[in-house]
């Protein structure tokens, strides 16, 4: 259980690529997960997230790269090695819950334990320790057919838990849950996992829930990987656009960076006459000259009546929405409409002349 | 912190390189799709190049050459069989797709009283033997012995009679009315799968029930009835009982039994059989391929999976006629055939009267009991061996339907398109065509003149229909239940015993009840491949018809009847109502 590299990762994936048909699911996709740690791969719809998971699984076999688990080398397309499913010592808790419907709750959560010939009477035990963790005492002898969507969830959770596994698998496991439980799920979820201890894998295109669960983020698209990183730096330094574009909401205009100086920079956008320069921190790898994007969310710009003495530009107030602690703005600047948190005490109107100002320290150049 | 993974530089634990390839899932899998390639390839090659040989005047010889194929275009008796083959086809297909679709409308649709009573016997022709009905539909319409035609005689005093199916005619109306649930169910099945919002929705617009009708449920309906309405075409084209039974004797060939003439008997001519059979094989696969490929991915599915039951049709007054239609069709294809058979079986020889002082059991003591001396053992011998054969076939072939069904939606890899495709072959075939390949594959190996030989021409032939059965509830239980399993730590073979099987249990046994029922009628397979010995309860009646008399036929016809009947009954407890529909 214990056995990491020198790089620290308990779970690598290396170069990971897998095909159906002519499609590149996964296009060559490398990380690592540390031990007990909880990762999340993010991304849209169809980008590769559940064939990556898959892969690790075993119930994929991968069309290049290599995978190992703690010490196992449980897939390796080069030297032709795979090691099936049963044997990875793996959780996994599936979209659609997968909680067999012929059983009984405890009957599902034994099975694990009942394929690994433990005693009856540990198996009673850990049944009902994993049962108790996730809250199902009063429903443990109910059919599966017989619970609710949040509680078939829970049962998943047991059974995925129960017999101590090395490596938890999350597919979407929220999805199918209406908003009010997923929130709570969430934290429940993320409970549990901290207090078993048990490195995991959580799949997911709810940014919010990566957001909040996650000790790291993968961000993918296509079945590449976009950007790594944790929860606030994902969300507070998004290297390109994509990432800028996918996590929370932000303003992106294209431009050219004017100067660059360590991970500071300036950046150049420009609507017909008027242009902006604006000091920023730049993305890894952008130099004076490049083509990039400015990138700022809403909450960090002013929009303000009197020229401030920061770089600033002039546009007008064409919508404004009430969301009680702040305003919703749209300042049209040539073509471009900046998105505005405005504190309602500036009261702003549709039609304004304001300056939209931008905080240095918040501004990003990232690559297009 | 998570980083890019560097190439691992410790000591790492690695999995055996064969274990990847020779898993068990691996290996039962391959095992499978050889059987079924097998099975079903070697029986058609050896069709077509038999049926290029050609046998020589002396009867001894043969060489290479097409003079079988224009034997069968330029020969009048085959030709004529084949021309009365298509002939009969069509009408049956006519007939059936009128039953088949008026009954279903009227059962799935309209307020037609007590449907739900009567439903359950429009599909128990589907179980009976069109063999038997056809000796049944003899006894009741023949111009001198038909009951029918000696009431009609004493009641109104008709001179000759009013009915005969000792023709073409009746070969098209025992066909077509035994073959109505093939249509039925299609059609049934697709109007109650029907979304009742897209005729409601029709209503709203203004549109009359009438017009809804017409418009909307019929369209929608229409793959439907072409499915069914091609099942019957094919199905009556290799019908080999009813043609033998009523056209045979009295002149009226098909190619079905032409074929059978030159399987067995004095001029016997297996390569001619075979470019017969080619024929045959060749226009049945080529309906079953439209409808596979064409028709059914047409089939609309409006399934909306709640469990509604859309609005009914007010029939008015009509609802009476509706039911009297209903009835009447229950009568001729049920009631009426096997109340005559008990009739006639009851006579120690039938004069087309009933003399209530004759009735005697001894027809039943003759071909039931085989402790008793002057047992027929064709017939004896024939239930024992089709109860072995029903219940042996059934099993293997629901193994592999598992196996196969299993590959084909659970490994998806380029094998399970194969095997798909292999899967609907037999289905396009005969089976007195795909006995007539059997037979000339195996007829020199020691598997020939045993039990083995028409095992595995049951299975090739039918196993399919299993593996339907099994396809369709495994494509609606999700993938992920036994993906849970195998992340549990089970095995294959361990998820494939707790997990799948459990899950697919009562479609596993509905399908073995169904092939139970289909092998212990099935007469043109075994026609051809049996030998004295190895005769099968049809087999059986078929002896008893040509060699014995009609009242003896009729007691093994009623007991295998029963048996039937018996199956319905445990198929529709099992299955539930809705089985054969999906
Ligand atoms: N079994 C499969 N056969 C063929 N294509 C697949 C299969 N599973 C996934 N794909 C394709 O691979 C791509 C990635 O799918 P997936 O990993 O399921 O995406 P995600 O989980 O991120 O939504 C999609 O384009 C999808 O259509
Ligand atoms: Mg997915």
Known sequence: MNAETANGSYLEVANLVKYFGDDRAVDGISFGVPQGKFLTLLGPSGCGKTTTLMCIAGLH????????????????????????PEKRDIGMVFQSYAIWPHMTVSQNVAYPLEIRKLDRSEIDDRVREAIRLVGLEDMAEKGATQLSGGQQQRAALARAIVS???????????????????????????????????????????????????????????GRIEQTGGPHAIYARPTNRYVSNFIGIANLLEGRVTRAGGDRGEIEVAQGESRLLAPCLLAEGLAEGDAAVLSVRPENIEAVKSKPSGPAVEGEVVQTV??????????????????????????????????????????????? | MTTEAAPSDIQVIRPSKWRGIFTQETIATSVASFIVAIAVILPLMALVVNSFLVLDDMGFDTEWGLANYSEIFKGRIIRKAFLNTLFISSMCTVLATFFGVSLAWINARTNCPW??????????????????????????????????????????????????????????????????????????????????????????????????????TLPLVTPAILSGAIIVFVTSAGEFGVPFKLGSPYGYETLTTQIFTKAVGDDANHYL????????????????????RII??????????KGFRPNVIDLGRWKWAAFAYNLGYVFVAVALPILCLVIV????????????????????????????????????????????????????????????????????????????????VPIGFPGIVLAMGVLVTYIKTPIYATLWILLLGYITRFFPYGQRNISSIMLAVS?????????????????????????????????????????????????????????????????????????????LSVAQTVVLLLCVVIFRKVAGKEALTA
């Open chain 1, 61 to 84: 076999k991968p069309d290049a790269g290599d995978i190992r688990i703690g010490s196992n080398a449980v897939a390796s397309v080069s030297r032709g090695e795979f090691m099936p």
């Open chain 1, 164 to 222: 101590h596994p090395c490596l938890l698998l999350f597919d979407e496991p929220l999805s199918n849950l209406d908003l009010k439980l997923r929130e709570r799920m969430r934290v429940e979820l993320k409970r549990i996992q901290h207090e078993v201890g048990i490195t995991s894998i959580y799949v997911t295109h709810d940014q919010a829930e990566a957001l909040v669960m996650s000790d790291d983020i993968i961000v993918m698209s296509k």
């Open chain 1, 322 to 368: 009430f969301l009680g602690n702040w305003l919703d703005c749209r300042v049209r600047w040539g073509e471009f409409e900046w998105k505005v948190q405005a504190h309602p005490r500036e009261g702003l109107r549709t039609g304004d002349k304001v300056y939209v100002c931008l905080d240095p320290d918040h501004t990003l150049a990232v690559r297009p």
């Open chain 2, 115 to 216: 449907r739900e009573k009567l439903e359950p016997f429009n599909l128990v022709p589907f179980f009976l033997s069109p063999f038997v009905g056809a000796i049944a539909w003899h006894n009741l319409a023949s111009p001198k012995v038909g009951l029918l035609n000696n009431w009609a005689r004493s009641l109104f005093g008709i001179q000759g009679h009013l009915f005969n199916v000792d023709n073409i005619f009746g070969i098209i109306w025992v066909t077509g009315i035994f073959f109505t649930p093939l249509v039925y169910l299609f059609v049934i099945g697709s109007l109650r799968r029907m979304d009742p919002s897209l005729e409601d929705s029709a209503r709203t617009t203004g549109a009359g029930l009438w017009r809804t009708t017409m418009s909307v």
């Open chain 2, 273 to 292: 059989g075979a470019a017969m059979s080619m024929i045959l094989g060749v226009i049945t696969g080529l309906f079953i391929w439209i409808q596979q």
């Open chain 2, 296 to 305: 059914a991915p047409r089939a609309y599915t409006t399934v909306t999976g």
């Open chain 2, 345 to 424: 079986s009851l006579h120690p020889v039938w004069q087309g009267r009933v003399i209530p002082n004759d009735l005697t059991s001894i027809n039943y003591q003759k071909v039931l009991f085989f402790w008793s001396p002057n047992s027929i053992s064709a017939a004896t011998n024939g239930i024992k061996n089709s109860f072995i054969l029903a219940s042996i076939g059934a099993s293997i072939a629901m193994l592999l339907a598992i196996v196969i069904s299993y590959m084909i939606h659970r490994t998806k890899g380029f094998g399970s398109r194969i095997l798909d495709f292999l899967c609907v």
């Open chain 2, 479 to 555: 993938e992920e239940l036994d993906q849970s399993s195998r992340m549990a730590g089970a095995t294959w073979v361990t998820t494939l015993r707790r997990i799948t099987i459990p899950l697919l249990k009562p479609g596993i046994f509905a399908g073995w009840v169904l092939l139970f029922v289909i092998f212990l009628r099935e007469l043109s397979i075994s026609i051809i491949l049996y030998t004295a010995g190895t005769e099968t309860l049809s087999v059986g009646v078929y002896y008893l018809s040509n060699f014995e008399n009609e009242p003896l036929t009729a007691a």
